[in-house]
């Protein structure tokens, strides 16, 4: 039996809502810290939980029926004690589960608006739609310039970008090994972080950090491939076995 989970705190979600309306920006750190009082939470490696950039965290993108995404993003966001920089879907897409067209309407109105209040980079969803290349890549664009600013901040995101509908870990797409490559050459270490629950707990397990061992002189498509891969093995190694997916031991 999964644990249950609370409802967002009115004190959080009314605030947020309103300033989704107007426009106003806030703060996802304080507002993460209020919406886990209750979070049946249990965190590993806390030695490795970073407290400052230069830093991308990388973790899985665990879902499952009854299990909201946004909880992990909430739970990391209030251990960091500084504000995080984001990469979050732009919408949901339509898997023809119920309410998922609703959901794909509504939430390309919704979605960027909240990226913009907490300053969070909205990207398009995965996998790639091929009207979405502009808008990728301008996203991309807004990702680097945030990893610019001084000083270097602390990013997230979740290479899979999507839920493996087989459970378990998958390859991420074509150009996210390259993005991560590009930022571990700006002097970014990767965080790797598990996340996954038991039959009491949301565990989220942060692991060491790391950066990229790539070979030189490899074709940038095999470039590409070799980063996603490794960053995608240390996430693997913080989960149990039934999480492995595509990541299982040779």
Same mark, same amino acid.
């Given at each position: 039996m999964p644990p249950r989970y609370p409802l967002l705190p009115a004190r959080v979600v009314l605030p947020a809502a309103w300033a989704v309306v107007r426009g106003?920006?806030?703060?996802?750190?304080?507002?993460?810290?209020?919406?886990i009082l209750k979070l049946p939470l249990e965190v590993e490696g806390h030695s490795n939980i970073p407290?400052?950039?230069?830093?991308?965290?990388?973790?899985?993108?665990?879902?499952?029926?009854?299990?909201?995404?946004?909880?992990?993003?909430?739970?990391?966001?209030?251990?960091?004690?500084?504000?995080?920089?984001?990469?979050?879907?732009s919408a949901?897409?339509?898997?023809?589960?119920?309410? !998922? &067209?609703? /959901?794909?309407?509504?939430? +390309? %109105?919704?979605?960027?608006?909240?990226?913009?209040?907490? =300053?969070?980079?909205?990207?398009?969803?995965?996998?790639?739609?091929?009207?979405?290349?502009?808008?990728?890549?301008?996203?991309?664009?807004?990702?680097? !310039? &945030?990893? /610019?600013?001084?000083?270097? +901040? %602390?990013?997230?995101?979740?290479?899979?970008?999507?839920? =493996?509908?087989?459970?378990?870990?998958?390859?991420?797409?074509?150009?996210?090994?390259?993005?991560?490559?590009?930022?571990?050459g700006m002097g970014y270490s990767m965080t790797p972080v598990g996340v996954f629950e038991d039959d009491r707990f949301l565990r989220l397990c942060f692991g060491v950090p790391f950066t990229l061992a790539l070979p030189g002189g490899v074709p940038p498509v095999e470039r590409d491939r070799l980063a996603a891969d490794q960053v995608m093995r240390a996430i693997a190694n913080l989960l149990p076995a039934e999480l492995h997916g595509d990541y299982k031991p040779n």
């Open positions: 106003n920006q806030r703060s996802f750190h304080r507002d993460a810290q209020q919406c407290q400052a950039g230069p830093t991308v965290i990388v973790m899985n993108h665990y879902c499952r029926p009854g299990f909201q995404a946004y909880w992990f993003s909430l739970a990391i966001s209030a251990l960091i004690p500084v504000e995080i920089h984001w990469t979050m879907t949901w897409t339509d898997d023809g589960t119920p309410g !998922a &067209a609703l /959901r794909a309407w509504i939430s +390309p %109105v919704i979605f960027p608006r909240i990226a913009r209040i907490y =300053n969070f980079t909205s990207m398009p969803p995965m996998p790639p739609r091929p009207f979405e290349v502009e808008a990728r890549a301008r996203a991309v664009r807004q990702l680097l !310039a &945030a990893a /610019r600013q001084q000083p270097p +901040p %602390v990013l997230a995101l979740a290479p899979e970008g999507q839920d =493996n509908p087989a459970g378990g870990l998958m390859h991420p797409h074509p150009g996210v090994g390259r993005l991560l490559s590009h930022l571990d």
